[in-house]
């Protein structure tokens, strides 16, 4: 049917960038929503940001204008790209896309932020 796989977690200083990408197999990324989300510990599942067809973009407000998402489309991924991180933005990151549907998520990627 087809899955999502995510990489580019890590561990970075406050301050650092990270780039998360999404692979997306099958049909699936044709998805007319992709979007990245995280769980912190102790915490509920949390939207980040989100892309629909024709590139519009959602994010949420804590990290408007550090972090960016983007699809590219001969590579058949969703990318996040986030600058200026903080020690709060640790977490696993995952992807999700909603195709015909169904929900698809990926496994997750962590991503640790250091003070």
């Known amino acids: 049917q087809g899955e999502l796989v995510e990489s580019g977690g890590g561990l970075v200083q406050a301050g650092g960038s990270l780039r998360l990408s999404c692979a997306a197999s099958?049909?699936?990324?044709?998805?007319?929503?992709m979007a990245w989300y995280r769980q912190a510990p102790g915490k509920q599942r949390e939207l980040v940001a989100s892309?629909?067809?024709?590139?519009?973009?959602n994010y949420a407000a804590s990290v408007k204008g550090r972090f960016t998402i983007s699809r590219d489309n001969a590579q058949n991924t969703v990318n996040l790209q986030m600058n200026s991180l903080k020690p709060e933005d640790t977490g696993v990151y995952y992807c999700?896309?909603?195709?015909?549907?169904?929900?698809?998520w990926g496994q997750g990627t962590q991503v640790t932020v250091s003070s």
């Open positions: 999700k896309a909603v195709f015909l549907g169904t929900t698809y």
């Open positions: 099958g049909s699936i990324f044709s998805a007319s929503a």
């Open positions: 892309i629909i067809s024709g590139g519009i973009t």
